[in-house]
């Protein structure tokens, strides 16, 4: 079975900060990673994705993300956050296609 | 090109009382899943469909049911609602099943209340 742990329930910060949103997952087999964006009363949009291969992803709106097996992580990371970027954001492994496991969010608040 | 529609996006039901929610995926696309969000946490796997046919189901009661249209559009039904059903119906769009790489595309849910 599947699970994944987002760390922090919440996340303050102010403009031009970098920021780290923590995940950790559990798999038995093979792990295919994924962070989503979520915007107020919207659906969920795909920031990056962990196939395999380099284990640090860069993804949309400057997020990268670094999976780490022995630590079974995958930390989603912005140099320098915007007020645009304050939204929910969710750490997700899929076991095949369509059927993700999700964690329970962060909930990212930029502040000026 | 559309992206993924989901109808209605509002919805206050009574408890006891069906519901019906309806999702067209992507222009192409031939699998659509669905997933239960509540308040305050993640999305959960519902169903998944794939040419019509169920490819996976949730932890979820027989009160919940889907099924999807030859033209890939799918509805989710809620029977005997219950006030724990309030949630954020979210429909995702996937060209195909079976490979974990695939992208999901959502649409932007539909928020059932039930009072």
């Known amino acids: 079975a599947q699970s994944v742990t987002q760390l922090d329930s919440q996340v303050p910060v102010f403009e031009e900060a970098p920021v780290e949103l923590r995940c950790n997952y559990s798999?038995?087999?093979?792990?295919?990673l994924f962070w989503y964006v979520q915007y107020p009363n919207q659906g969920l949009q795909l920031l990056l994705k962990?196939?395999?291969?380099?284990?640090l992803v860069k993804g949309i709106n400057g997020f990268e993300a670094e999976f780490n097996k022995s630590q079974t992580s995958f930390h989603l990371r912005k140099p320098s956050v915007h007020i645009s970027d304050t939204a929910e954001y969710f750490c997700?492994?899929?076991?095949?296609?369509?059927?993700?496991?999700f964690g329970d969010g962060t909930t990212l608040t930029v502040k000026p | 090109d559309a992206g993924v529609t989901q109808s209605p996006t509002h919805l206050i039901k009574t408890r006891g009382q069906q519901v019906t929610l309806r999702c067209s995926p992507i222009?192409?696309?031939?699998?659509v899943s669905w997933y239960q969000q509540v308040l305050g946490q993640g999305p959960q796997f519902i169903f998944q469909?794939?040419?019509?046919?169920?490819?996976g189901r949730g932890n979820f009661p027989d009160r919940f049911s889907a099924r999807q249209f030859p033209n890939y559009s799918s509805e989710l039904n809620v029977n005997a609602l219950l006030l724990g059903d309030s949630a954020l119906y979210l429909c995702?769009?996937?060209?195909?099943?079976?490979?974990?790489?695939?992208?999901?595309?959502f649409g932007q849910g539909t928020r059932l209340t039930v009072v």
């Open positions: 997700a492994v899929n076991t095949n296609a369509g059927k993700s496991t």
């Open positions: 798999s038995s087999v093979s792990v295919y």
């Open positions: 962990y196939l395999s291969g380099s284990t």
């Open positions: 222009s192409g696309h031939k699998s």
């Open positions: 469909y794939y040419e019509k046919e169920e490819r």
């Open positions: 995702a769009s996937l060209p195909r099943t079976g490979d974990p790489n695939t992208e999901a595309f």
